[in-house]
């Protein structure tokens, strides 16, 4: 991973940039943000930056020795730490699984943990940082750098350090070996221990902009821009996020026209046809009528940002779709949006589903 292969995130990644070239960069950095906004293909790329003898303003140069070794993930002083699952016969730390790793790491910079789980592991297994990761930590970074130069320690998914784990680095995170960075990485930093957050500098990492992974999806996917755009803003820009759903494209198409349908029958207080239109065409299973109420959720606030971003109207109007234009202001928007979690809510909590729904479509001609 190069610096110019990163999808979206310039300013992020100058200042990363600016920092290690100025000497400011500071021996722990925390990445903070969710896997999709590209937490870990800009560590990658930093990493490979650092260690690169022939780095120019912009990024690496791709053909150093060190540069080489980064194109398979073996570089001797780039260690990596990650969720791993206790399996029978493998001890449960990271250098157990280095082979699966890279060639995950390899094929999808912008996968989640949770494929990575699922990649050595069943559906439903957790991902942990065992202790005895510690232990490791530490000696690698006590040995010499192999290369005499610059060692670097990536921990993805931080916040799933153990207590003991995470007590157990403490002393080295706060003062490493000299040359040592550590890159932390974290999708939910509130997780971490007080102790290791203020031993770090955080860097947030914002949603990747709607229109850079519209323009990656169309680039890398056989899809055309609209569709892109759509995926990219339903994905509120989480480049995994929107890769994810582009299975669910025809789905998304369905909600699109369920959402026009149930808004307008709605506001006529078509009661009857309301009724029949949450049986059947809105009927399948629990988990549809969830995702349809958070598609709703996602046009509410779709429409508040077409009508205070002027910025993103362009955007907006490459879409593929038609949602009806809900014309709502803030207060409106915040009572519908806790109707629809309210909503959510009960049916995760085994209310009827149907009747939530027929409940929400009466609130909603009120508030409309
Ligand atoms: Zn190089």
Request: proline fraction near 4%.
């Amino acid at each position: 991973m190069f610096f110019k292969e990163i999808v979206g995130q310039q300013d992020i990644v100058q200042k990363l940039r600016n920092s290690f070239t100025n000497g400011r960069l500071g021996h722990a950095t925390l990445l903070a943000g969710k896997e999709g906004h590209g937490c870990l293909p800009i560590t990658l790329a930093m990493s490979r930056y650092i260690m690169c003898r022939e780095r120019s303003e912009e990024d690496a140069c791709g053909e150093c020795p060190s540069c080489k070794k980064f194109d398979k993930l073996v570089h001797p002083d780039v260690h990596f730490i990650f969720p791993v699952v206790n399996k029978k016969g493998k001890d449960p730390v990271s250098d157990s699984y280095l082979v699966e790793w890279r060639k995950f790491l390899l094929a999808t910079p912008y996968a989640t943990s949770n494929d990575w789980i699922r990649e050595i592991a069943t559906e439903n297994s957790k991902g942990t940082i065992y202790k005895d990761e510690s232990d490791l930590i530490n000696r690698k970074l006590s040995m010499k750098s192999f290369e005499g130069y610059h060692k670097i320690m990536i921990i993805w998914m931080a916040e799933k350090m153990n207590d003991v784990t995470a007590n157990k680095i403490l002393k080295i995170l706060e003062e490493p070996p000299q040359n040592t960075y550590f890159f932390l990485i974290a999708a939910q930093p509130e997780q971490l221990l007080q102790t290791i957050l203020s031993r770090t500098q955080i860097v947030n990492i914002p949603p990747i902009d709607v229109a850079e992974v519209a323009n990656y999806l169309s680039a890398n996917y056989q899809i055309d821009s609209a569709k892109a755009t759509d995926l990219a803003f339903f994905a509120e820009g989480d480049l995994a996020r929107s890769i994810e759903l582009f299975d669910k494209v025809d789905e998304l198409q369905q909600n699109i026209e369920n959402f026009n349908k149930f808004i307008q029958l709605s506001k006529n207080e078509q009661t009857v046809e309301i009724w029949d239109f949450i049986n059947t065409q809105l009927d399948r299973g629990m988990n549809s009528y969830i995702e349809f109420l958070s598609y709703i959720t996602h046009n509410i606030r779709r429409n508040i940002i077409e009508t205070v971003a002027p910025s993103d109207n362009k955007i907006l109007s490459d879409s593929a779709t038609s949602a009806v234009k809900l014309d709502i202001n803030f207060q409106q928007a915040r009572a519908i949006y806790k109707l629809l979690n309210d909503a959510i809510y009960h049916i995760e909590r085994n209310v009827y589903p149907q009747l939530a729904l027929f409940d929400v479509s009466l609130q909603l001609k009120k508030m409309l």
